[in-house]
């Protein structure tokens, strides 16, 4: 498993520096003209448009499209909001002769009205239907704060594999080669998933140890759903640090090799990725791949916002 300190520093220093430039990109003079580039015109009302179509006829497909293995464990919603901006992003990328290196702040802020809209959609719609449960649909909790907990880490995790899924497809020319790496990592990012569930949850080991602990301190046996809180929390914080990192990491990779996708036509975020959340030795803070090669911070980079590293 990852070091959960590295994971939070990669989530911090990844969120640290995207905020200030969402915040930037949203309030630019031209951010229109630009979003016109790749949306056409009134490209707001066809952001809002293109998120509500994709999500409904994925809502639509989840619940009655043909069956087939795993379906239920893809969110569609959010897979087909990610497929149709991605195509969208790639064809400005990759086809107009006005992309550039100062691009990458309001590419990725545009995104985040269709991230915000597919998770309110999808809720909307478990509502309707009255099958609201998590996302996972491997377990339930028994405290009303446990479900409050996964719920709100389940809507982190659509929006990670949000981040992943369009970063991937638009960091590289060959859709198809991007495509199958992308399924297969996340994959087995699930597998994971699902084995942190079994043990935090299903087995209830976090919980038994904290409730025997607590047992043989105060003398006194703490009833079963305390357990099962305990097992709802550090699910939820282990998983959300994951989450969080996932975001952060593959946006200061995405922006810090933004420059080098225009030149090559190729970037891979998901090894790059996996590199920077794999444990090292010492938690080097510093690490080759969330640092450029001339040494430049988060905090340089917020000062020259239209400037980006090779990598």
């Known amino acids: 498993m990852y070091n959960p300190k590295?994971?939070?520093?990669?989530?911090?220093?990844?969120?640290?520096?995207?905020?200030?430039a969402l915040r930037e990109a949203y309030f630019e003079s031209d951010s229109r003209r630009h979003l016109a580039s790749v949306y056409g015109s009134n490209p707001m009302l066809r952001i809002a448009l293109m998120t509500v179509a994709a999500a409904l006829l994925g809502e639509w497909f989840a619940r009655f499209g043909p069956?087939?293995?795993f379906k239920d464990q893809i969110r569609w919603s959010a897979a087909l909001v990610a497929a149709t901006f991605a195509l969208l992003i790639r064809r400005y990328l990759f086809r107009?002769?006005?992309?550039?290196?100062g691009d990458f702040a309001w590419l990725a802020a545009?995104?985040?009205p269709p991230f915000v809209g597919v998770l309110i959609i999808s809720q909307v719609a478990d509502l309707v239907a009255g099958t609201a449960t998590s996302d996972n649909g491997w377990y339930t909790s028994s405290t009303t704060l446990g479900q409050a907990l996964i719920w709100a880490t389940d809507e982190l995790g659509i929006a990670a594999a949000l981040t992943i899924g369009v970063a991937t497809l638009c960091y590289s020319r060959d859709w198809l080669h991007a495509l199958f790496d992308l399924v297969v990592r996340?994959?087995?990012?699930?597998?994971?998933?699902?084995?942190?569930?079994?043990?935090?949850?299903?087995?209830?080991?976090i919980g038994r140890i904290v409730g025997a602990i607590l047992e043989a301190v105060f003398g006194i046996t703490f009833p079963e759903w305390m357990q099962q809180l305990a097992d709802d929390l550090s699910y939820a914080a282990l998983i959300s640090v994951i989450y969080l990192a996932i975001?952060?990491?593959?946006?200061?990779?995405?922006?810090?090799r933004f420059a080098e996708l225009l030149k090559t036509g190729h970037v891979d975020i998901l090894s790059g990725l996996?590199?920077?959340?794999?444990?090292?030795?010492?938690?080097?803070l510093e690490d080759d791949t969330l640092t450029p090669s001339d040494g430049s911070t988060d905090e340089t980079r917020r000062k020259e916002p239209n400037q980006t590293q090779s990598g």
């Open 6 to 20: 590295r994971l939070a520093t990669i989530a911090w220093d990844g969120l640290d520096d995207l905020i200030p």
């Open 67 to 69: 069956e087939f293995p």
């Open 96 to 101: 107009s002769p006005e992309a550039d290196d």
């Open 110 to 112: 545009s995104l985040l």
């Open 186 to 205: 996340l994959a087995v990012f699930k597998l994971m998933v699902w084995i942190t569930v079994l043990v935090t949850i299903e087995i209830g080991i």
């Open 247 to 256: 975001i952060g990491g593959t946006w200061t990779i995405c922006r810090d």
């Open 274 to 284: 996996n590199e920077a959340l794999r444990p090292e030795e010492k938690d080097d």
